[in-house]
């Protein structure tokens, strides 16, 4: 049986609450996928590059439903994405449940808390 969309939410929420100490915002979600997608070693990031990194797992995620795909990698690592195609316009609530079903999918599929 399938669990629904609001019983995985929590699930992953408590699991990254009990993981890191603290509940997650959608910022620091976002930030941790783009680390993860960085494959970098532990270090401090300018804010410039927090904001890469949350650019970097918005285009991971949305990579799902074929908006976005991996251009190139930098020689500093940093993955670079390509718009395949627009985003459609919805509504905030639309556009939330959207990202929350990508997380959702995104640490599923990477197995982080199998």
């Not at 532990?42 to 908006?67: N, V, W």
Request: glycine letters at 6%.
């Amino acid at each position: 049986m399938d669990k629904d969309h609001t019983t995985r939410w929590r699930e992953l929420n408590a699991k990254l609450a009990q993981r890191f100490g603290k509940t997650m915002t959608m910022e620091s979600l976002l930030f941790l996928i783009g680390v993860r997608e960085l494959g970098s070693s532990p270090r401090e990031f300018t804010k410039e590059e927090k904001l890469d990194l949350m650019h970097i797992a918005m285009c991971r995620l949305l990579s799902q439903s074929g908006y976005y795909r991996l251009g190139y990698r930098d020689q500093d690592g940093w993955p670079h994405w390509e718009m395949i195609k627009p985003l459609p316009h919805t509504d905030m609530f639309s556009q939330e449940h959207l990202l929350r079903e990508h997380v959702l999918t995104y640490f599923e599929e990477e197995g982080v808390f199998e």
